[in-house]
């Protein structure tokens, strides 16, 4: 479970400060799957840092009961001048998990073969993906935070990811944000749409989308 108790974020911009967040109260229950959407600039990959811990709010508290992942997106939280190894090693000590307990599973997702040893930076969108979400899911997490990044990737990585979410989501909450309905009403049950620095839950999913076109129309 998480809560947010008045949390809100703002950023400066040329001539002012842009909100991202409204002072907003909430609770994302534990076992919850929860689908966020809005436009894009909307601020939902900054909801997911702030929900994670990696940004701090502007005003109010956030409490985290259990251990959340990182926000798993395009970026996947991966260093720019470690190799893909390496990463997972840095990973591994942070988390207090045996490198050599997590690698082979990392290594067998990813597939990535000779490119495990090369930088960061060299890699595409898809291969950060698939070695992020490798290395978050050789974790176990009460909480999974999932960004994008599944939207990505071929027909084969799709297919472990959902494999794997199927999997987790019997015992782990998941909030997820994506672009795709299919996505979102393959794997959450509820829904939050960000607009306008307002975040609104709706207990029924279908009933998010609904409203989220009719902003999206407007």
Not at 42 to 47: D, M, N, P, Q, R
Not at 51 to 66: N, Q, W
Not at 127 to 138: D, E, H, P, T, V
Not at 184 to 189: E, P, T
Request: proline share 3%.
């Amino acid at each position: 479970m998480i809560t947010f108790d008045n949390v809100s974020k703002c950023y400066p911009v040329k001539g002012g400060r842009r909100t991202i967040l409204k002072p907003f109260t909430g609770v994302f229950e534990t076992g919850a799957r929860i689908g966020i959407v809005g436009r894009n600039g909307a601020g939902k990959s900054t909801l997911m840092r702030l929900l994670s811990g990696a940004e701090k709010p502007d005003t109010g508290h956030i409490t985290r009961y259990g251990r959340v992942s990182w926000p798993l997106g395009f970026s996947g939280g991966l260093h720019r001048a470690l190799t893909g190894r390496e990463n997972i090693r840095f990973v591994s000590r942070i988390y207090g998990v045996p490198f050599k307990e997590i690698y082979p599973a990392v290594e067998n997702f990813a597939d990535l073969g000779s490119y495990m040893d090369e930088q960061i930076r060299v890699y595409s969108s898809g291969m950060k993906a698939r070695l992020a979400f490798g290395i978050s899911m050789a974790l176990e997490f009460d909480c999974y935070l999932i960004d994008e990044v599944i939207a990505v990737g071929d027909a084969k990585f799709k297919r472990r990811c959902a494999e794997i979410f199927e999997e987790r989501r019997k015992y782990a909450s998941l909030i997820l944000v994506s672009h795709s309905d299919n996505l979102l009403k393959r794997f959450c049950d509820i829904g939050g749409v960000l607009h306008n620095g307002h975040l609104q839950f709706y207990q029924d999913l279908d009933e998010t989308l609904r409203v989220y076109q009719d902003i999206i129309e407007q």
